[in-house]
């Protein structure tokens, strides 16, 4: 089992950047695929990037594909999202959560994950 926490939410300008971190605890981090999702007000949680602990593929939602990137340092225990060139419909609660699954169909399902964090607001606003 892993825990993860968010970190890295705020405020920020329409054009602007920001980055979230993730924290995981525990001795396995390697093994999990890190997946970053995001729920806007009144919405349903969606997917925006995965990156999977075998071989570090990376997988974004097309919504966010070119402004988004996923890393990860498994020295670090954490994972992180660079967002670029925010945009007002990017405001949402972002959650980080780990899974064991490895393929791109099942990296981009909210199912797949077991362990989620609690979520950082990222609100972008003029």
């Known amino acids: 089992q892993v825990q993860v926490a968010e970190f890295g939410g705020g405020l920020v300008q329409p054009g602007g950047s920001l980055i979230l971190s993730c924290t995981a605890s525990g001795r396995t981090f390697n093994w999990y695929t890190m997946g970053w999702f995001r729920q806007p007000p009144g919405k349903e949680r969606e997917f925006v990037a995965a990156?999977?602990?075998?071989?570090?593929?990376?997988l974004y939602a097309d919504s966010v594909k070119g402004r988004f990137t996923t890393s990860r340092d498994n020295a670090k225990n954490t994972v992180y999202l660079q967002m670029n060139s925010l945009k007002h419909e990017d405001t949402a609660v972002y959650l980080c959560a780990a899974t064991r699954v490895v393929t791109f169909a099942a990296m981009q399902l909210k199912e797949s994950y077991k362990n989620w964090g609690t979520g950082t607001q990222v609100t972008v606003s003029s």
């Open positions: 990156m999977s602990w075998s071989d570090n593929r990376t």
